[in-house]
């Protein structure tokens, strides 16, 4: 648990948070697309 007095906290918590970063991971990656490329190793 992350400190919260139910898991039911936590895990709303936990709800939103993996949301946030989603979107804006998908922000991130549309803003950047095309911009960097992998090295030929």
Known sequence: MLGH???KS???YAQI???KV???MKRLAKSI???YQ????
């Open 17 to 19: 948070s993996y949301e």
């Open 5 to 7: 007095s139910t898991i």
């Open 33 to 35: 697309k095309g911009k």
């Open 10 to 12: 936590t895990r709303i």
């Open 22 to 24: 989603d979107s804006d």
């Open 38 to 41: 992998l090295a030929n190793l």
